[in-house]
């Protein structure tokens, strides 16, 4: 396994941006970006919009009503690796602080929790999609990550700088 993640990070040196722009988003680590881009590409451009890449994934919504009345709501047969990928990343990020956490708690009380997965699925893959396209990283609007990072490491740091010399001791 460890060679077969060696062989699989050696061979996409070149979308190494890419790699780092999706391990940016809550649930995705290294291996799950390289393997999502094996599927997807980088280039986003080939999809035209997110709602044809969750099309071709199988990620989509079904939306099948007559009369008023709703009928199956299927997700569609798509590609079946992106979509195991997609709701891996989706349980991941589930259990993160993150606007994932808290779409997927409003989504499991009314859906439950196997149809509130592939919905998360699905709002990651977009997000994914313009992440790809615009070129930037996860921003979440839920976390302030800064300010968590500085509430984790402050103490560590004031002690630190008292240690060098750079503030003086508190009596």
């Known amino acids: ?10 061979e996409l040196a070149s979308e190494m941006n890419a790699l780092a722009l999706l ?7 290294a291996i799950g970006a390289a393997m999502l881009l094996v599927e997807i590409g980088s280039d986003m451009s080939a999809f035209g919009s997110p709602d ?3 099309s071709w994934v199988g990620v989509c919504p079904g939306n099948n009503e007559s ?6 709501g299927r997700v569609r047969k798509g590609n079946l690796y992106v979509r195991r990928l997609l709701c891996e990343f989706a349980h991941a990020a589930s259990r993160t602080k993150s606007a994932f956490q808290s779409k997927f ?8 929790y196997k149809r509130a997965i592939v919905a998360l699925a699905h709002k990651m893959l977009r997000t994914i999609f313009f992440m790809l396209k615009r070129g930037e990283h996860y921003r979440d609007s839920a976390t302030n990550y800064e300010q968590l990072s500085v509430q984790r490491n402050a103490s560590r740091w004031i002690k630190a700088l008292t240690r060098f010399g ?4 508190a009596a």
């Open 67 to 72: 009369a008023g009345k709703r009928k199956s």
């Open 1 to 10: 396994i460890a060679r077969f993640d060696a062989r699989l990070l050696g």
């Open 105 to 112: 708690q409003s989504l499991i009380v009314r859906r439950g």
């Open 166 to 169: 750079f503030i003086a001791a």
């Open 52 to 54: 044809r890449l969750a």
């Open 23 to 29: 391990q940016t988003l809550p649930g995705v680590d």
